[in-house]
């Protein structure tokens, strides 16, 4: 049985008495805490409960001409907990990196249900230890997030796509390092082999994406076409791959490996994130499994939840 509390304090009280029978904590619906409780866009911050959806913050954010900069897929279905504690991300990663690098406040309960703060509302605090860096990617496995405090970005005045097609790994890889030794600074730079809305594309399509300034935008297109990307283009590649309910496998590799690693998969359909190695496919070989966790890890975990009643890391 899913527990589905309605505040904080439910919350709190439920991981309490399991903490006190030393037994394991359900799965946990945090869809009832789904409020932003400050948006203060003079100071670019907001304040939000861990239950709200991507989409709809980023809605209400856009009425003042701001955005939170990450952009896994799904955002209708994503949560805020489900962006911090899975460090989800997207093709923008490029350009403005993973939530923890906007993420500056962090409220959270642990397994006996104390309440943990970390970090503030403001973007210069350095007050305390950075505890809230610990939750990003910790899968649930040290507590529970309930509210979040991010720094935001304005919406861009222009963002554009360009594309240019490739007929291999090999060949994509010289188109790679020719764009990380150009001049330009592209917020998303994907790879795909998917078809095209129209039909069977070459077998791989690198798209590049600028936002900001229209100048700015516009020197760094003159830019990508000398090198090729003379395409308009966009990211609905992406919104194709994610369409399917089935399950992508991901492969986390350096950047210089992903062509490698592209070239291994045969026929698998994928996107990647070709700045940063991130790769994800359906079909082709399974990435190697994780290796145990390191000694660190489980003393956060032993630390964190002593009597084990969130999900373990893999042990």
Known sequence: MNLAPASTADLAAMMAEHHARGARLPSVEVGALNHVLAHTPEDMTVKVESGLTLAKLQAQLATRGQWLPVDPPRADRVLIRDVIEHDLSGPRRCGFGTIREHLIGLTALLADGRVIHSGGNVVKNVAGYDVQKLFIGSRGTLGIVVEAVFKLRPL??????????VPNAGAAAGVIEAVQE?????????????????????????????????????WQLANAGAMGFATASSLGHEARFWTDSSAARK??????????????????????????????????PS???PGPPSALVRRMKDTFDPKHILPDPGF
Not at 157 to 165: G, I, K, R, T
Not at 188 to 213: C, D, K, Q, Y
Not at 260 to 275: M, P
């Open 156 to 165: 861009p005045e222009a963002e554009v796509f360009v594309e240019q097609s």
């Open 182 to 218: 150009s001049p330009v600074t592209p917020v998303a730079f994907e790879m795909h082999n998917l078809p095209g809305a129209g039909g069977p594309r070459a077998a791989i399509t690198l798209v590049l994406g600028f936002s900001g300034a229209r100048e700015e935008v516009d």
């Open 251 to 284: 492969w986390s590799v350096l950047p210089s490996k992903l062509c490698e690693t592209l070239a291994a998969l045969g026929e698998a359909r994928f996107v990647a994130r070709a700045a940063n190695g991130i790769l994800y496919a359906r079909g082709g």
């Open 287 to 289: 990435p190697p499994p």
